[in-house]
């Protein structure tokens, strides 16, 4: 038991420390990318090709004034921002960052909780992420975090709802909901035992998920909550010093969640090509298949940065049609066509 | 240690609950019942159905406590705007839920207290038992929900459409 509880809160701390190591430099590569794609040079003075500049990000909010305005309720102004930062660290404990791992004759898991709900639960934490912005931009008393915070709440339910049928196709075809069995399933790649990524099966479903998973993290071109020419700042206007950070942060890790979550579900988590015919140890192949996985990941964080510099925002009626007329049947008819050939298939 | 858990999620549910009705503001309110819908998802997990707590969750708390909010944040009530009911109507609702009250009370009293079979099955809740059961023993009620829900997403949509005769104008 008790040692049940050290590998546990051990695997917590590391994850929760690479979650927020990510997030912290994928600031500093959004900054990049943007800088690279504008044919500019980026920050480079904090440190060589100023590696250090998330550290003095960091340290200048810290060093900011706090303004919590008057009229504002100041438990729930405060709430907000934690909640969102809660919120989106949540979600990182369903993932399988890789196989096991064999020490001393004991198998140890590298993912922190296998619930047989799966990927419900990351859709649960998605929907309650929505309220740090929503309690946020209420409690600032200030129309424009108002109706930021309005749009954000209808953005997500709309887009939630594709997201979900989007998902269902892929569960009728694997038919579990644990994230750990769907990446097992996915093992072997071009090789040995032929298992195909998801993404070979369910491609419209994946394109599907992928703008719901844009929409939901409140990236471009869906970041109509913080629309700034016409809504100031959005939502956290009336934020300043850390816990306008608390909300930029939890943006990042909503992306790096995001990112693990579309490469566990399509792109074969931590498994890689030919990684049966190498006839190395479980556990270089497991260390090796987290490298990989953190490939993926990095990968689609860039991904996002480079859809977020190249497309222009949506104007908020498109975003509600893209999300209804288009994404919404598109995923029904996804889900009907996946699950006949699924049943076919079976007979 | 599940008893003290039951305890505290019970206590929590009931002060929630009560704060939900005591609440000056209707915002406060809103986010005192997606906390009582919290401690009702624990409940659940409690008794081994995981995914009726996800469920409940995702819909309740993440969805329609959402749009709850929506409108209330809409209609920024405050205490000016709050209708005045008068005192006739205050009286009679105290009757009503008095004798809504007292009814429930009764129809426990009838009940012999059955002590809840333990049925502490680990895959209980599970989404494949879940999923069997409502597709045979329980397929009629569930596709009759089905038929429901359908009917009010078709009269959502045919109140929300705007009027022939206003758009051609």
Known sequence: MIDFLIYKSILVLIIFTITLVVAMYATYGERK???????????????????????????KFFMKEEIIPNVSNKFLFIFGPCLAMITAMMAGVLVPWGDTLVIGGKEFSLQISDLNIGVLYFFGVGSIGVYGIMIGGWASNNKFSLLSAIRASAQMISYELAMGISIIALIAVTGTLSLKEISAMQAGGVGSDWNMWNIVYHPLGFLIFIVCAFAECNRAPFDLAECETELIGGYHTEYSSMKLGFYLFAEYINMFVSSAIISTLYFGGYNFPFMNDLGLDHNTITILGTVFLFAKIFFFIFFFMWVRWTLPRFRYDQLMNLGWKVLLPLSIANLLVTAGIALWLDK | ????????????????????????????????????????????????????????????????????????????LNQDAEPHKSGALKFAAAICSGALLIILIASLKGTNLITAEQTVVADLGTVKNLGKVLFTDYLLPFEITSVLLMASMIGAVMLGKPEKNQSTE
Not at chain 1, 33 to 59: K, T
Not at chain 2, 58 to 66: K, P, Q, S
């Open chain 1, 33 to 59: 990318v943007a800088a690279f794609l504008q044919d500019r040079i980026g920050p480079n003075r904090a440190g060589p090709f100023g590696i250090l500049q998330p550290l003095a990000d960091g340290l």
């Open chain 2, 1 to 76: 240690m599940t008893l003290n858990l039951f305890y505290f999620l019970a206590f929590l549910g009931i002060l929630c609950a009560l704060l939900v009705v005591f609440s000056k503001n209707p915002v406060h309110s809103v986010l005192y019942l997606i906390l009582t819908f919290f401690a009702i998802a624990g409940h659940y997990v409690l008794l081994n159905a995981q995914f009726l707590a996800v469920v409940h969750v995702i819909v309740y708390a993440g969805a329609i406590m959402v749009l709850f909010l929506h409108v209330l944040m809409l209609l920024n």
